[in-house]
C-alpha cells in the first residue's frame, strides 16, 4: 500500500472517528499514498480491525483511543500520536454524529453532545495538534462539515427525509465558522485549514435504518439520488476521502478557508 512517491510520502496523519465509514476509508487512502496514519477513536476493537486492515496492505498505522468530547482524552490521545511517528503534517476531523430529534422535540441535554462532538471536538483537536503542526513547518488541517451547514430546512424535507435536529445544523455551521478563522491563524505558520461538506454518503452508519424498517436509510437515500442530485446514483465513501486526500496534500498548496461540497450537486440543484 505504501507507495515512496504518494502525495502524504513521509506525512504523518491523525484521522479521528475513523472506525468505519469515511474516517476507515480515508485511513486506507492516505496510507496508500505514504502517510503514517494515527487513527483515533472511541471504539478500540474496531479501530484496531481498521488498522490491521491497513497494515495488510504495507501501511503504517497505529490505533489510538480517544473520545472528542474530552479535552483530557483529546489532549493525551494527540500527545502520544505525535511521540509515535515523531511529528503531525496531517489533520482529519472527521468525528461526529448526528440525533433524531427535530425542533422543538430536541431535549437540550442532546442539542449540548451533538455540539459537543461535532463543533467543541473539532476545536479540542485542532487546538490540541496545532503546535505540531508549528513544528513540523506547516501542514493542512481538514474538517467534517455537511450539507446541513449551508442549506435549509422545511416540513417537506422533515416528511420525506425523516428528522433532522437543530443541534447538528448548529454545530456543523459552526464547524464552516472554525474552518474559516483557523486558516486565516495559520496563514503566518504555512497551514492550511479546509473543510468538506458531504451529501447522502453510502456508509453503514448513514444507511442503518431502523428495527421496524431495516432498510430505512436506503430508502432515504433513493429519494435523494431521484429528486435531490444533479449526479445519478449514489455517493461513496471513496467520493469524500478523495477529495480529503486532495485538501490534504500539496496539489492544494494554494487553498486555504474553503468548505467544499461532495454531494453529487445537490447544493446546486437547491
Sequence with gaps: MTNKKGRLAGKVAVVTGGNSGIGETTGHIFAREGAKIILMARREEQGQKVVAAIREKGGKATFIGCDVGNNDSVQEAVRKAASTYGRIDVLFNNAGGGAGNSFPNEPIEEF????????????????????????????????????????????????????TSSSYYAAKAGVDALTRYLAGIGGSSNIRVNGVRPGQILTPGATGGTSTDPDGGHHVFEKMFNHAQIVQGPGYPEDVANLVLFLASDDSRFISGEIINVDGGVAAKL
Design 112 to 163: 449540548q453532545r451533538i455540539i459537543q462532538i461535532n463543533l467543541t471536538g473539532t476545536f479540542f483537536v485542532s487546538q490540541a495538534v496545532w503546535p505540531h503542526l508549528v513544528e513540523a513547518g506547516g501542514g493542512a488541517v481538514v474538517n467534517m462539515s455537511s450539507l446541513a451547514a449551508q442549506r435549509g430546512f422545511s416540513p417537506k424535507m422533515l416528511k420525506e427525509f425523516g428528522a
